[in-house]
């Protein structure tokens, strides 16, 4: 089964930044719309953004439009989610996730692949 590998989260002041990393040995992202999901403790988790493999189309989720940007370096089959301002709310872990191009809900919803998950902690 073919994981993606979620990197760069931690603990942050309210109002600080976190940028994380997504990859996945042996599938080219490329081919992928890609998503980032989060899940809070005791809460549902939930879609924050996502992205088709030309960057052209993106999602945001409105409680984050704004504060977080979500990007990919094909060739380093990379993608990105730079998160600022953060706020406590926006504690959890932060999943990737690839779904086929088209519809942005198999990402988000559905995916074909996901990662383990990288906690982030917004706290003073």
């Known amino acids: 089964q073919v994981k993606l590998v979620e990197s760069g989260g931690g603990l942050v002041q309210p109002g600080g930044s976190l940028t994380l990393s997504c990859t996945a040995p042996?599938?080219?992202?490329?081919?992928?719309?890609i998503g980032w999901l989060r899940q809070a403790s005791g809460k549902e988790r939930e879609g924050v953004s996502c992205q088709e493999p030309s960057g052209a189309n993106t999602y945001y989720a409105a409680s984050v439009e704004g504060r977080f940007t979500i990007s990919r370096d094909n060739a380093k089959n990379m993608v990105y989610l730079q998160m600022d301002n953060l706020k406590p709310e926006d504690t959890g872990v932060y999943f990737c996730?690839?779904?086929?191009?088209?519809?942005?809900?198999?990402?988000?919803?559905?995916?074909?692949?996901w990662g383990q998950g990288t906690q982030v902690t917004v706290s003073s």
């Open positions: 996730a690839a779904g086929p191009v088209g519809s942005f809900y198999y990402a988000l919803h559905e995916p074909h692949f």
């Open positions: 042996g599938l080219s992202l490329a081919n992928y719309n």
